[in-house]
Nanobody, 121 residues
């Protein structure tokens, strides 16, 4: 079994910064891609940023220039550094991991429980 545990959410004023972390635990798996998604009240879950094990990165337009995603492959951990936060960034942020089980190579996808980010104006 694989589990993703997020941390780092909270309340911040507009213009402030937060750093989210997501650590994967378990055994016999390999996560090729990890990423962050968010869901605001009344909205669908949307992509924020993803990063592969080879550090290929993709950002949503809303995140470009303000958010930075990074990962530590040795620790199976992904980070999201968020700066210049806006009230519209308020959402539950979910960590996602996609990869394979080892040694079967069956596909694997896992979600974290979510962490709330609230940006006040």
């Amino acid at each position: 079994q694989v589990q993703l545990v997020e941390s780092g959410g909270g309340l911040v004023q507009a213009g402030g910064s937060l750093r989210l972390s997501c650590a994967a635990s378990g055994s016999r798996f390999r996560l090729n891609a990890m990423g962050w998604y968010r869901q605001a009240p009344g909205n669908q879950r949307e992509l924020v940023a993803t990063i592969t094990s080879g550090e290929s990165i993709n950002y949503a337009d809303s995140a470009k220039g303000r958010f930075t995603i990074s990962r530590d492959n040795a620790k199976n951990t992904v980070y999201l550094q968020m700066t210049s936060l806006k009230p519209e960034d308020t959402a539950v942020y979910y960590c996602n991991g996609a990869g394979v089980w080892v040694p079967s190579y069956r596909p694997l996808e896992v979600w974290g429980q979510g962490t709330l980010v609230t940006v006040s104006s």
